[in-house]
């Protein structure tokens, strides 16, 4: 079964919006847990908007399924990493300032500087996963970094399959295919939903994991977060 990973980004993002502890982020991540999901993703930024690099420190001690932390490798974030040694880092190309992230890393002109990240973060026993669009090059230059695995940047599927259009898929699967022959593990996510998910998870070979957040915490506003935790749960099987 393709693993669920939580990003509880907009949990950090509603409690900033007040100020205080509320919702404690740390207690949605531990329920998070108990409700069954695998793993739990932080993304912090330079900005600390949502998530702030204490809750990267603060959570270390009660995330006792996988911890993956998600970001550019810039100094800070690189220090943050190796302090709290989480089970899977992954390196995303954000801008400062981007609202969200937008694409995956061109892993050709970037591969000197990938390649020196990966090895810092496997030398610390780190698990690493590099952020990619599904285009065969960008594949194939990841594996030359010597990551351990890549996340595939959904977006393109998600948008693709809201307007019906199934086929959106056929990059995904040939990606995972070729990520398959190289030996490549495979995770996967943004605008993964309830909607997309099960087809998604069906017709992508070797997926590992899948990394969910807005969609999901927007779908507990309705659902419950329990309940939705677990109707990933189902779709993934």
């Not at 220090?79 to 899977?88: A, F, I, R, Y």
């Not at 026993?125 to 990551?147: C, L, N, Q, W, Y």
């Not at 086929?167 to 990520?179: L, M």
Request: glycine residues 8%; hydrophobic residues 40%.
């Amino acid at each position: 079964m393709t693993k669920l990973s939580v990003n509880i980004n907009k949990i950090a993002t509603l409690r900033n919006a007040r100020g205080g502890n509320v919702p404690d982020l740390l207690k949605v991540a531990t329920d998070i847990q108990k409700f069954g999901a695998q793993g739990i993703t932080i993304h912090p930024r330079p900005d600390e908007r949502h998530i702030r690099y204490q809750d990267a420190r603060d959570l270390k001690p009660i995330v006792y399924t996988e911890f993956n932390i998600e970001g550019n490798p810039q100094h800070n974030f690189i220090d943050l990493v190796l302090e709290c040694k989480p089970e899977q880092v992954t390196l995303v190309p954000d801008a400062i300032g981007a609202i969200t992230s937008s694409a995956g890393w061109d892993t050709v002109k970037n591969q000197a500087y990938l390649t020196e990240m990966i090895q810092e973060f496997q030398r610390h026993g780190i698990r690493t996963s590099i952020f990619v669009d599904p285009i065969h090059e960008m594949i194939e230059g990841a594996k030359k970094t010597g990551t351990d695995r890549i996340e595939l940047y959904t977006e393109a599927f998600a948008h693709q399959y809201s307007l019906g259009n199934e086929r959106g898929i056929d990059p995904y699967i040939k990606a995972a295919i070729f990520a398959n022959e190289l030996n490549l593990g495979i995770n996967a996510g943004h605008d993964l939903s309830l909607d997309n998910i099960q087809f998604f998870k069906q017709n992508i070979p070797g997926l590992l994991e899948v990394s969910i957040g807005h969609a999901l915490i927007s779908e507990a506003l309705y659902l419950g977060l329990e309940n939705v935790v677990n109707m990933y749960l189902q779709k993934m099987k």
